[in-house]
């Protein structure tokens, strides 16, 4: 069913990089939302206030707030089309997060509401007409959500869309939930025990959780969260296995939504090479490497001295030094700037964002071990954070 969907709804469906065809597989995910949200919906809430089951009708509401979050979805992912003008200059794409978090807001309220109607009804019981009516449309109901999230899912996978990877998530939820709920209709009927409410209230927990984790899911893009390490690892060794490429340095990734990604990257060669032969090949990869990845990349051009035996010999000591500190993940651009009197150590200590040193420590550390080398060598240290490097 979902390579049927694609082949008959979506051109070029396998092309995902495309932005059109990105934005045909959000529509058509928010599109089969709606209309199989709504079914379940309009079946849950009937046979919920014939069989007198406020759970069944709270999971029938979970649906109708499923429909909802679908027709925000098609909303955001058309908005997040939309090219860049002049007060967003790189596109609208953060729209899609936008959507995500829109959608989480929805859940968590209406989890909110039902969990106080649940829970009035375990002050105030009442027993559920069992019928296999019920029985049979919360199977099917159970069926229907497992399919859906297998749909939402490989969808948002495909074209890496963190709305669709929450929807799935919560139409897996909602699996779970329903589940419950036919657990208990049938409990009940067997035990006599009045428990609609509790289950009732265990969907409703249900629910807010769900929303509570799509927030969290779709906030992260928007506040800036480090970047895939699978596409820092490609770019590093896209660039380093180049011709006359020494190493890399400052890597940065931002993205501005979904196929919005922009990074910068100095790139280390030696000063002695030929500068326009080495700015052919830096310019090379930024075409080769952009198109590839689908990024906007920018290298800069960083000459590094191989020849001088001092600069080698300093840099191979500061390096060991930083291997052995711990949140220091690597040095850069070293230079040694020589006068009268003292001779400034010129170097960038690149640290992890979990760095627990202060870099008052840090600096005490590298200034006493040059001195210990020579009295007149003067340290002086930028200290980069490592943004590439994706936290645990």
């Not at 909802?68 to 596109?91: C, E, M, N, Q, W």
């Not at 035990?191 to 409703?204: E, K, N, P, Q, R």
């Not at 060794?237 to 940065?252: N, P, Q, V, Y």
Request: proline fraction near 3%.
């Amino acid at each position: 069913m979902y390579n049927f969907l694609l082949k008959k709804f979506i051109k070029n469906f396998g092309d995902v990089k495309s932005p059109s065809v990105r934005n045909r597989y959000g529509k058509l995910a928010g599109v089969v939302g709606v209309s199989s949200n709504l079914l379940l919906c309009s079946a849950k809430i009937v046979v919920g206030y014939i069989s007198g089951s406020i759970a069944v009708v709270a999971d029938g509401f979970n649906n109708l707030a499923d429909a909802a979050s679908s027709v925000i979805t098609l909303v955001g992912f058309h908005l997040a089309a939309a090219p860049g003008d002049r007060k967003h200059p790189f596109g609208h794409a953060r729209i899609e997060y936008l959507t995500g978090l829109f959608i989480s807001f929805i859940i968590v309220l209406v989890g909110v509401k039902f969990f106080a109607d649940s829970f009035g009804k375990i002050l105030h019981p009442e027993h559920v007409n069992f019928g296999y009516t019920p029985v049979l449309i919360l199977a099917v109901s159970i069926l229907i959500k497992i399919w859906q999230s297998l749909f939402f899912i490989k969808c948002g996978k495909a074209i890496s869309s963190v709305t669709l990877i929450a929807a799935g998530t919560d139409s897996r939820n909602d699996v779970i939930a329903t589940s419950t709920v036919l657990a208990c209709m049938i409990a009940e009927h067997i035990s006599g025990f009045m428990i609609d409410g509790y289950a009732g209230c265990l969907v409703a927990i249900f629910i807010v959780v769900s929303g509570i984790k799509i927030i969290r899911d779709a906030s992260d893009p928007l506040l800036g969260k480090a970047p895939d390490p699978a596409l820092v690892q490609t770019i590093r060794d896209r660039i380093c296995s180049a011709e006359l490429i020494i190493g890399i340095h400052d890597l940065t990734v931002h993205e501005y939504g979904p196929g919005k990604v922009f990074a910068t990257v100095h790139a280390e060669i030696d000063a002695h090479e030929d500068f326009v032969k080495c700015h052919d090949i830096i310019d090379r990869l930024e075409r080769e490497i952009g198109g590839e990845l689908g990024i906007s990349l920018v290298i800069h051009m960083d000459p590094i001295d191989t020849k001088d035996p001092l600069t080698l010999e300093l840099k191979t000591l500061i390096a060991k030094l930083a291997a052995d500190l711990p949140g220091v993940t690597g040095i850069h651009d070293l230079r040694i700037v020589k006068s009268y009197t003292h001779s400034n150590i010129v170097f960038d200590v690149v640290l992890s964002p979990d760095c627990r040193l202060s870099k008052g420590e840090l600096r005490s550390v590298f200034e006493n071990e040059l001195m210990r080398v020579n009295s007149t060598y003067n340290a002086v240290i930028t200290f980069d954070i490592d943004y590439s490097e994706r936290q645990t």
